[in-house]
């Protein structure tokens, strides 16, 4: 049972890194030629406009504890609405809803699933974790010039959603959950572009800290380079290569946090992250993008007074569509 509940914990790192990291793979698609000019991309922000993202990750783990392999796989599908509620030379004001969300989780033979749009959804503890996200709305605060998140309205709502359905989670969400972390986790949606306009070829760089309390910490180096106009979908888009690391850091203090395990160190590590995206400058925001990153390393934990190595391989793949209408697989039959 402990070796259960480790895997699924250190599942929790899975999920919040999900929901963080945006950044995208490449593809071998043909390319138009390079533009003379440098391209200005910009998000466009248009009082009302609403558009829809689908989120959907596919992770493979495996976890050697003791000398055994313990193999865990996730699905994973969230999908936002976003409506523009008001603009301003210097703020504008973002609604964002989580519409649906679907999780499925392979640990070993055991198999737990949940899925918002089903009807006769089975409880279960990831059903129990997920439901309350239904519905949880954001007021997002952005810098339209820098592209920063300076406030997240509707934090304290969904933390207390969050720790009424999973009272024994309550101090490890308070954590990992605090408006700057929220802040963190909604950047990577606006913060993507270069800050002037680039020429086919040029690179422009990112850094990101997204701190998880007594789970640990990520710094992330994200490296982008545009490579022009691609005729994608019966659209022209632009084309932006990511290509990034990763360096885990375990907790300053080996406190539980209320987990049933402390993490006493790690070396986990991206090395290596490679990703596309793909911007609309017609309608000024993200069309796609896709990302796989393989993380590997080992962590120390203890389990009362007994400690243990474990030795952690995952693989995920991200990818990220927008529509201007929900998702025809997002709505309740």
Not at 108 to 119: A, F, L, Q, T
Not at 230 to 244: F, P, W
Request: charged residues 30%; hydrophobic residues 35%; proline residues 6%.
């Amino acid at each position: 049972m402990q070796r259960y509940l480790l895997s699924a914990w250190i599942g929790l790192l899975v999920l919040t890194f999900a929901l963080w990291a945006q950044e995208k793979k490449p593809d071998k698609s043909e390319q138009k030629p390079a533009e003379k000019g440098p391209a200005d991309l910009k998000l466009a922000f248009k009082p009302n406009d609403k558009y829809f993202q689908k989120l959907s990750s596919s992770t493979t783990q495996t976890l050697k504890i003791q000398n055994q392999d313990v193999k865990q796989n996730q699905e994973q599908e969230f999908v936002f609405s976003w409506t523009v509620k008001s603009v301003a030379a210097d703020k504008v004001e973002i609604e964002q809803r989580i519409e649906a969300v679907r999780m499925v989780i392979t640990i070993g033979s055991n198999r737990i699933e949940y899925d918002s749009r089903r009807k006769d959804q089975p409880e279960n503890p990831v059903a129990s974790f997920f439901k309350p996200l239904i519905g949880a709305t954001f007021t997002l605060t952005v810098d339209p010039k820098t592209h920063r998140v300076l406030s997240v309205q509707g934090r304290d709502d969904f933390v207390k959603r969050l720790r009424d359905a999973n009272p024994n989670m309550a101090q490890l969400l308070g954590q990992i959950l605090s408006e700057d972390q929220m802040k963190q986790m909604a950047e990577p949606a606006f913060a993507f572009l270069p800050p002037t306009p680039v020429a086919v070829g040029g690179s422009w760089e990112r850094e990101a800290r997204l701190t998880l309390g007594p789970l640990g910490s990520y710094d992330a180096k994200y490296s982008y380079t545009y490579l022009g106009k691609e005729k994608k979908d019966s659209a022209e888009l632009d084309k932006i290569e990511v290509k990034g690391s990763i360096k885990y850091k375990p907790p300053e203090s080996a406190q539980a946090g209320g987990l049933p395990f402390k993490i006493e160190g790690g070396n986990l590590e991206a090395k290596e992250i490679t990703g596309t995206i793909y911007f609309d400058s017609q309608k000024g925001r993200q069309a796609s993008s896709d990302m796989t990153v393989r993380l590997s390393g080992k962590l120390t934990i203890s389990v009362g007074d007994q400690k243990a190595e474990v030795e952690l391989e995952q693989t995920q793949t991200t990818k990220v569509e927008t529509s201007d209408t929900l998702p025809d697989d997002s709505k309740k039959p």
